[in-house]
């Protein structure tokens, strides 16, 4: 069966026998457990939500972890890190449906260009897309945690407006990421010094 699957619910009044469950197919296998950025799979069959990329920039409303945020690397919405290990998805085909590839108008976008995203303008680009739930104040903390991790002094004024965002959770992870670049490049340390 593989790990690429949606899960689904339907809500009905008809009696339906149950499928039958499917055995453990791991056998002693733990890449996945290996391959976890976070260390969330904490045991075979058992992941702790708290630690997952996925629930941390998707789910997780608030701010995230700081001892957390590195490990997320430049990833703005979700990980699948654990499926892309599983020796099971050797099977799985690539989907040709339109809905899974990324829009057009996202793939010209540098990571910083996301921080200037009005609300009305991250709502457009993001119409019928399921990072829409997530909203602008969601995906411009993944962002800017993104940017803390991977970016460079180029990033920096970007970073620099959003420490000012009126959202007070995308001004917080802004603020980390500049100190972040800064530690990394003594050069945007000194250029912070100037321009105060």
Known sequence: LGTWFFLGEILTTLDLAPDTPQPAR??????????????????????DARRCISYLTIELKGSIPL???????????????????????????????????????????????YLGLSDEEFRALFRGSPIKRIKRRGL?????????????????????RAAFDPEPLIAEHATWAIRRIEERSPAAANEALLHG
């Open 26 to 47: 791991c056998g002693s296998c733990t890449r996945c457990m290996t391959a976890c950025p976070t260390g969330a799979i904490t045991e075979p069959h058992r992941v």
């Open 67 to 113: 001892e957390l945020r590195p490990l997320i690397g430049d990833r703005i919405y979700g990980c699948d890190t654990c499926l892309d290990v599983c020796p099971w998805n050797r099977f799985a085909a690539v989907s040709r449906e339109a809905a899974f590839f990324a829009r057009p108008a996202t793939e010209k976008l540098q990571l910083r260009d």
């Open 140 to 160: 411009l903390r993944n962002v800017c945690v993104a940017l803390g991790n991977v970016g460079t002094r180029e990033d920096l004024p970007a970073l620099r």
